[in-house]
């Protein structure tokens, strides 16, 4: 019931910074718990980051935990997410995600998806 849009994806070199920002549409923001994931050509989708309906609780792949940082604004209709000291292994086309019961890591638990945006970082 709410339609997401990703932007903020493009070419960085390595150790570069990215935002990425997910604009929601259609329902109420507040009540969903957005999620961002990942995924590579062949492979599945992988989780990255979630965060829950007030912006309070977080939960972060460990293996990014430190370099991403995933944020939203209500007011706004929009969750971020801040990428840090980006690799090569970071090419991916990220999704948005968001559901208004389930709070974690798997790609089964979001009911609604963004289009993706493409991040490519250079080595």
């Known amino acids: 019931q709410v339609q997401l849009v990703e932007s903020g994806g493009g070419l960085v070199q390595a150790g570069g910074s990215l935002r990425l920002s997910c604009a929601a549409s259609g329902g109420t923001f507040s009540a969903y718990n957005m999620g961002w994931f990942r995924q590579a050509p062949g492979k599945e989708r992988e989780f990255v980051a979630c965060?829950?309906?007030?912006?309070?609780?977080?939960y972060y792949a460990d293996s990014l935990k430190g370099r991403f940082t995933i944020s939203r604004d209500n007011a706004k209709n929009t969750v971020y997410m801040q990428m840090n000291s980006l690799k090569h292994t970071d090419t991916d086309v990220y999704f948005c995600?968001?559901?208004?019961?389930?709070?974690?890591?798997?790609?089964?638990?979001?009911?609604?998806w963004g289009q993706g945006t493409q991040v490519t970082v250079s080595s």
């Open positions: 995600a968001a559901d208004r019961t389930y709070y974690g890591g798997r790609v089964g638990g979001y009911g609604d």
């Open positions: 965060i829950g309906r007030i912006g309070v609780a977080t």
